[in-house]
C-alpha cells in the first residue's frame, strides 16, 4: 500500500472492495475487530471457515487474506496478537464481531509518527470537503 494512502489526507476511498472480495471467489464473511476494554472498533477483516476454526481453536484472531488470498493469524509476523475473548454472531449470520483483547502496541499495521502502532486503523476522521483529519 502506499505512503499516501495510508498516511495521506486525501480521500481515496476504494468503493470497488466488495467487488474484489466477491472477484476472488472466497467464501467469507466480515468480521470486524473491537476492543472488549475500551469498545474501540479496530479494524474490519474477512473471515472463512479455516479462518473461523483457527481463531476459534488458538484463542487469537484470525482472518482470511484476501488480498493475499491466506491465512492471516493477526501479530503473527507483527506481534501485536490480538486475543479473542468471544465471537459474536449477527441476526441474519452474515457477519462476525471479534471481541479481542490487544496483545502488544496496537492493532494496525501502520505506525505513528513516534514509530508505535496505531491503536486501531480508524484514525482519520472525513472532513465535509473530502479531505482526512488526524484523530
Known amino acids: 500500500m502506499s505512503k499516501e ?3 495521506g489526507r486525501e480521500a481515496m476511498l476504494d ?3 466488495l467487488e474484489k472480495v466477491a472477484s476472488t471467489a472466497s467464501a467469507v ?3 470486524v475487530a473491537q476492543n472488549v476494554e475500551s469498545g474501540e472498533v479496530l479494524f474490519i477483516g474477512y473471515v472463512n471457515e479455516l479462518a473461523l476454526q483457527t481463531a ?3 484463542g487469537l484472531a484470525t482472518f482470511w487474506s484476501t488480498s493475499r488470498n491466506e491465512l492471516w493469524i493477526k501479530g503473527k509476523t507483527s506481534g501485536d496478537y ?3 475473548v468471544d465471537v459474536r454472531v449477527n ?3 452474515n457477519s462476525l464481531l471479534y471481541l479481542v483483547r490487544v496483545k502488544g502496541g496496537g492493532a494496525c499495521h501502520t505506525r505513528c509518527s513516534d514509530g508505535k502502532a496505531r491503536s486501531g486503523c480508524y484514525y482519520r ?3 465535509p470537503d473530502g479531505t482526512l483529519e488526524f484523530t
Open 15 to 17: 468503493f470497488g472492495k
Open 91 to 93: 441476526c441474519e449470520q
Open 29 to 31: 464473511l466480515p468480521a
Open 82 to 84: 490480538l486475543e479473542l
Open 5 to 7: 494512502l495510508e498516511e
Open 125 to 127: 476522521s472525513l472532513r
Open 56 to 58: 476459534m481453536r488458538e
